[in-house]
């Protein structure tokens, strides 16, 4: 088992930047990938970002040039930072992790951007 556990939502106004962190802790030897989601009301969840352990990352075309994941190998963390923040990228953000055991979902953080 892994659990995962995202902070470091918040409100903030367009054009702005927040930071947002995600801390996994249990099987930490088994991760492979880690993953960023988020879920606009009424909308399906969307992939966001993704880094490998062998060190890969992608990006979804709408946040590119604007997110950075950042990956701590050691202390299995993965960072979200959002720069040049639109309305459109208000959602719940969840940390996603892919392991030799399965597939795990953090609770997720709100992240509200204001016109």
């Known amino acids: 088992q892994v659990q995962l556990v995202e902070s470091g939502g918040g409100l903030v106004q367009g054009g702005g930047s927040l930071r947002l962190s995600c801390a996994a802790s249990g099987r930490t030897a088994s991760l492979d990938i880690m993953r960023w989601f988020r879920q606009a009301p009424g909308k399906e969840r969307e992939f966001v970002a993704a880094s490998w352990t062998g060190g890969t990352i992608a990006y979804a075309d709408s946040v590119k040039g604007r997110f950075t994941i950042s990956r701590d190998k050691f202390k299995n963390t993965v960072d979200l930072q959002m720069n040049s923040l639109k309305v459109e990228d208000t959602a719940v953000y969840y940390c996603?992790?892919?392991?030799?055991?399965?597939?795990?979902w953090g609770q997720g953080t709100q992240v509200t951007v204001s016109s």
């Open positions: 996603n992790a892919v392991t030799s055991s399965g597939l795990y």
